[in-house]
Structures are given as structure tokens and as C-alpha cells.
């Protein structure tokens, strides 16, 4: 499966942004897919993540109740609805896929090229 991340741009903080990520090639709704970010000079870490069905949803305790993940697998696609956007949510955000149990970036088996968001004060 190739992933195509989409959605990113510059913002003004407590704004919101809508990330999408089309898959093509493979059994989308095979794969649990998940978003993950990486600002400059830190580590890439997971930001939202949601299993196959849809209907089971995690999420990193620095997005939780701003932040909501969402697929459709008729459409080979996941979102990330972002609202109320912080500046220290700026970062190249970018979307995986894994039949994996565990949402480690290591554990993540096909990774999508990056889109950037930026949140200004």
C-alpha cells in the first residue's frame, strides 16, 4: 500500500486544520493507520491512531480532546480534524499504516510522505 498525505498548511493559533491520507495499492481496511508528527529537531512521534474498523481511537495526551481521527474505508482514506491549534503543534505531520499491535513509530510497516503545518502565535 502507498500513502498520500494531504491538508497541511500555516494557521493562526486556535484555528483548525484537516488532514487527509488516501491509500492506494492495497487492503486499506486491513491496516490499522495512524498520524504521527515530527517538529524540527525532536523525534517523530504518534499523534492519533485508530484500528481498522474505526471503532477503537487513541490519541497522545497532548491532542486528546482537540484532535479527532476518523476513517473511511470506502474512500482508502484517514483524516485528522485538528482544531484549536497550538503553536507547539507545528511540526511535519505524516501518516502510517501497520497491522502491527503497538503504535510505535518503529512498529509502523509503510509511512506516507509529510505534510507541513504550521500554527503561528
Known amino acids: 500500500v502507498q500513502l498520500q498525505a494531504s491538508g497541511g498548511g500555516l494557521v493562526q493559533a486556535g484555528g483548525s486544520l484537516r488532514l487527509s491520507c488516501t491509500a492506494s495499492?492495497?487492503?486499506?481496511?486491513?491496516?490499522?493507520m495512524g498520524w504521527f508528527r515530527q517538529a524540527p529537531g525532536k523525534e517523530r512521534e504518534f499523534v492519533a491512531g485508530?484500528?481498522?474498523?474505526?471503532?477503537?481511537?487513541y490519541y497522545a495526551d497532548s491532542v486528546k480532546g482537540r484532535f479527532t481521527i476518523s476513517r473511511d474505508n470506502a474512500k482508502n482514506t484517514v483524516y485528522l480534524q485538528m482544531n484549536s491549534l497550538k503553536p507547539e503543534d507545528t511540526a511535519v505531520y505524516y501518516c502510517?499504516?501497520?497491522?502491527?499491535?503497538?503504535?510505535?513509530?518503529?512498529?509502523?510497516?509503510?509511512w506516507g510522505k509529510g505534510t507541513q503545518v504550521t500554527v503561528s502565535s
Open positions: 502510517a499504516a501497520s497491522r502491527g499491535s503497538t503504535w510505535s513509530p518503529a512498529s509502523m510497516h509503510v
Open positions: 485508530i484500528n481498522w474498523s474505526g471503532n477503537l481511537r
Open positions: 495499492g492495497g487492503t486499506f481496511s486491513s491496516y490499522r
